[in-house]
């Protein structure tokens, strides 16, 4: 009797070592922050394609769309539009202009210096690892920070050339600037129809580029890096899954995608909260604080050059870092950052482009 006691409490005890060392063997294969860093140090990646959305662009000033509260869909009731997406809808504009001009003449007839996050991508092409990087942000920063057009896929759009939605002629960007900045509606003169920037609305397709260069993920990337995007735009955030399932996902955003909740790799290294933060210390532990501080000087030049403040929300940046390792608080809370964790987004993933019509 005791001996079949001892027998079952020795299967008990191996199949417990068994778990154990499961457990083990798969915290063993989680890449950490630290590895990828120095990874990053050591020059393990070169090939990396960074993926970006409105989160790097929230320190600049330009809300991102979909936060709750300060987000862009949140402040557009003003327009009283059907739905807050109509404003970037072809059918609604085509019929009611009036409220994307408004809104062009707050947010896009403007200039802002780009982020810290803006620079880091930057910096990555100078030092020759970055393949691509593919941009869901319309405000061009990705360039105007000096990331070399040719690396730069912008996949809904962009403001440097216009089309009349009617007859399709091409309109000049200059006029287009000025009725943004009037919240006038620029109309055809061919047609009488309404003209847009080249921004890609809901129900257009992606331009050419993207597709041309959507499979370099699969084919040549050893790093991936997600910045500020919460993928729930299609086909866009399919870009996030389709590389190899080996190679290491960085992701830099306030939150994890649902998306990458339910699709977890042991490659997945996650910095939550504000990008700029993520990427200071991001540079801090791989040792580039050098190259990066020449970054930010560049950066000072872009704001003297077009005579910009660097944004409010940099002073808490700025700060003087506590004891205690902490960032003091600024006097006021930052309006484009939420005191409150925002809540998960309620929109499912939106099509932008028509799949079918992808080549
Ligand atoms: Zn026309």
């Given at each position: 009797m005791t001996k079949v006691i001892e027998a079952v409490a020795k299967l008990k005890l191996e199949g417990e070592k068994d778990e154990k060392d499961e457990k083990e063997e798969e915290a063993k294969k989680k890449l950490t922050l630290e590895e990828l860093a120095q990874n990053l140090s050591k020059g393990v990646y070169k090939k990396i394609v960074v993926l970006t959305g409105a989160g790097i662009s929230v320190n600049a000033g330009i809300p991102d769309f979909r936060t709750p509260g300060t987000g862009l869909y949140s402040q557009l009731e003003k327009y009283k539009l059907p739905f807050p997406e109509a404003v970037f809808t072809l059918d609604f504009f085509q019929d009611t202009p009036e409220p994307f001009f408004k809104l062009a003449s707050e947010m896009f007839a403007k200039k802002f210096v780009p982020t810290k996050s803006h620079y880091f991508i930057r910096m990555l092409a100078e030092k020759g690892l970055l393949v691509r990087n593919f941009t869901q942000n319309i405000d061009n920063l990705e360039a105007e920070s000096g990331v070399d057009p040719e690396k730069l896929i912008q996949a809904h759009g962009t403001f440097t050339t216009s089309h009349c939605t009617g007859c399709h002629e091409a309109v000049s960007p200059k006029e287009m600037m000025e009725c943004m900045q009037a919240a006038k509606p620029m109309m055809c003169p061919k047609c009488g129809k309404p003209c847009k920037p080249d921004i890609v609305f809901f129900g257009e397709n992606l331009p050419k580029r993207y597709f041309e260069h959507e499979n370099e993920l699969v084919d040549s990337c050893d790093l991936l890096v997600i910045m500020g995007s919460s993928l729930v735009v299609t086909p866009f955030c399919n870009l996030a899954v389709s590389i190899g399932k080996d190679v290491p996902r960085l992701i830099i955003n306030r939150e994890l995608p649902e998306m990458l909740e339910s699709h977890k790799r042991a490659g997945d290294v996650f910095m939550p909260g504000d990008c700029d933060e993520s990427v200071a210390k991001l540079?801090?532990?791989?040792?580039?604080?050098?190259?990066?501080?020449?970054?930010?000087?560049?950066?000072?030049?872009?704001?003297?050059?077009?005579?910009?403040?660097?944004?409010?929300?940099?002073?808490?940046?700025?700060?003087?870092?506590?004891?205690?390792?902490?960032?003091?608080?600024?006097?006021?809370?930052?309006?484009?950052?939420?005191?409150?964790?925002?809540?998960?987004?309620?929109?499912?993933?939106?099509?932008?482009?028509?799949?079918?019509?992808?080549?």
């Open positions: 540079v801090r532990l791989v040792g580039w604080e050098k190259e990066f501080a020449g970054m930010m000087e560049q950066r000072e030049k872009y704001a003297k050059k077009h005579k910009l403040a660097l944004p409010e929300v940099e002073s808490k940046l700025r700060a003087p870092v506590t004891k205690a390792g902490a960032v003091a608080k600024p006097k006021s809370a930052p309006k484009a950052v939420p005191a409150a964790a925002p809540k998960k987004p309620k929109s499912k993933a939106k099509s932008k482009p028509k799949a079918k019509d992808k080549k």
